[in-house]
Nanobody
Framework: QVQLVESGGGLVQAGGSLRLSCAAS????????WGWFRQTPGKEREFVAV????????YYAESVKGRFTISRDNAKSTVNLQMNSLKPEDTAVYYC????????????????????WGQGTQVTVSS
């Protein structure tokens, strides 16, 4: 089992920044690749970013590319999402997730790929 706890959400004005963190406990952190997803009411959970086990590969949704940065700290068992130039359309509940299967960038964008999920943290961007 892997337990995930997100933090860092909040209210920010458009153009501002937030840094989300996901702390993991349980099984070995480095054995997983990690994703961030987000969800708004009435919509499906959507892919935001993913980082491979080594941290050497990262992929982003087109809507956040150039503004968001995913990173991981294996020593601290945390994965972070730095969000800059935030827009009102970034408003959502953000979730981190872990996948222990072989890394495949295309499949890593699917929620079905992930075995473990955090409880989510709310991000609200005001205009």
């Amino acid at each position: 089992q892997v337990q995930l706890v997100e933090s860092g959400g909040g209210l920010v004005q458009a153009g501002g920044s937030l840094r989300l963190s996901c702390a993991a406990s349980g099984r070995t952190f480095r054995n997983y690749h990690w994703g961030w997803f987000r969800q708004t009411p009435g919509k499906e959970r959507e892919f935001v970013a993913v980082i491979s086990r080594s941290g050497g590969s990262t992929y982003y949704a087109e809507s956040v590319k150039g503004r968001f940065t995913i990173s991981r700290d294996n020593a601290k068992s945390t994965v972070n999402l730095q969000m800059n130039s935030l827009k009102p359309e970034d408003t959502a509940v953000y979730y981190c997730a872990a996948d222990g299967s072989a890394f495949n960038p295309a499949q890593a964008m699917s929620v079905r790929r992930y075995s473990y999920w955090g409880q989510g943290t709310q991000v609200t961007v005001s205009s």
